[in-house]
């Protein structure tokens, strides 16, 4: 627990937690009232993986523009202005929503433009926050991160549930505009952060590793996330048809549900972040992809609502350990100058995965059903995972 004090010790990381947790709790207030949006205007799993593919095709374009201004302008300055915008898109959202004024096909333009700012923000923010504690116990850092965003997807899905069934879904976008704003105050205040350098990742055994092998490490791990996301993390598109058609919930009942995954993160991150800075990541994250396509799989077949929310919340908890092991793996592994780059690899293999998993599983879905399209994903993570063991043994064998 002594690295989780020092990191929370740094006031500036300490208050990034903060504003960051406030935005993360207005996006999953949005993202509930989206799909229940997409619901009422089409009752489509299709439409649903359309939406959500909207909603992070953008990583597959965006991410590396943005790790590139990263490495190039004041991060502070371009956090302030990339939340300024998603705060000013969400409230068109919620005022066009408010006023009945809302069509799929605008729904579509409006997320996938909030997905393209989010897209190019994620690696920026990767990397403000490793200036912010100046790469003093990043991995402890960045479980204390991935706790944060676990608290929120707990918190926002209940109350974006509760918002949407009593206010409309016009709250959850208000809610997310507005939540947006203290993170940008924040980076106003932090314009001037300096940036510290840090050393790239020494495999156990071996001199300093060449950067053209950290890189290739990092390009191995970055594909086997994106099969992860795009193969495993897409039930959370699919989960308010499952909530709604098979499991017969209603939009209180469909929060909840999704909070379950939330409550797995908190406890994912508090166990990662409690053990410190983990060895071995590299033969941790194929294990954990193993473990999430076998919940997966199990998620399709029980129709008990207790017992689904329990996979839910094993599925949070793999998600949330998938996430922080790999991110951390790719800080390890990369220079400072290159820091922003190395981030927006790996966010476009976690971000680009998901639309390219809600494509093609949205297209399965809307022939076969929600649940013979994860059961189809929950194989093809297996196979990423095996593949990742057995032949990228240097990057296994790496951090």
């Known amino acids: 627990m002594g690295d989780v004090r020092t990191s929370l010790a740094n006031r500036r990381f300490t208050a990034y937690l903060l504003t960051a947790a406030l935005a993360d709790i207005g996006y999953w207030i949005a993202y509930v009232a989206q799909g229940w949006l997409v619901l009422k205007l089409t009752n489509s799993p299709f439409w649903l993986g359309m939406v959500g593919a909207a909603s992070n ?115 959850g976008y208000a809610a997310l505009g507005a939540l947006a704003l203290p993170l940008m105050l924040l980076a ?57 058609n098979t499991l017969r919930l209603d939009a209180r009942g469909y929060g909840l549900l999704a909070a379950c995954g939330g409550i797995g993160s908190i406890l994912g991150a508090m166990m990662i972040s409690a053990l410190g800075e983990l060895e071995h990541k590299g033969r941790l994250v194929p294990m954990i992809v193993t473990g999430g396509a076998v919940l997966l799989a199990l998620f399709t077949i029980l129709r008990a609502v207790p017992a ?26 990369a220079s400072d100058e290159r820091r922003g780059r190395a981030n927006a690899i790996m966010l476009l293999a976690f971000g680009g995965g998901i639309p390219i998993g809600n494509l093609v599983l949205g297209t399965i879905a809307g022939r076969y059903g929600s649940l013979v399209a994860l059961q189809f ?17 240097q990057a296994r064998d790496a951090a």
């Open 377 to 393: 994903s929950a194989g093809v993570a297996c196979a990423a995972a095996a593949l990742f063991w057995f032949g990228a043994r």
């Open 308 to 333: 689904v929310a329990l996979v839910l919340v094993l599925m949070g908890g793999i998600d949330t350990a998938a996430w922080t092991l790999s991110n951390t793996y790719v800080q390890e592994c």
């Open 188 to 244: 106003l205040a932090l314009a001037r952060v300096e940036r510290t350098r840090h050393s790239p990742c020494i495999s156990p055994g071996e001199p300093l590793a060449p950067k053209a092998a950290d890189e290739r490490r990092i390009v191995a791990m970055s594909l086997l996330v994106a099969a992860f996301t795009a193969s495993v993390i897409p039930y959370i598109s699919f989960l308010p048809d499952i909530a709604r």
């Open 57 to 171: 095709v953008p990583f597959l374009v965006f991410s590396l523009p943005g790790g590139a201004l990263a490495d190039r302008f004041n991060r502070s300055a371009l956090v302030a202005l990339a939340s300024a915008a998603i705060s000013l898109v969400a409230l068109v959202l919620a005022v066009l929503a408010q006023r009945g004024a809302i069509t799929i096909g605008l729904l579509v333009a409006l997320t996938f433009l909030l997905g393209t700012l989010f897209a190019l923000s994620a690696p920026i923010d990767r990397a403000w926050m490793y200036d912010l504690v100046e790469g003093r116990g990043i991995g402890t850092a960045t479980a204390l991160s991935s706790l944060e965003w676990s608290v929120a997807r707990t918190l926002g899905p209940a109350l974006g549930g509760v918002a949407t069934a009593t206010i409309g879904v016009a709250a």
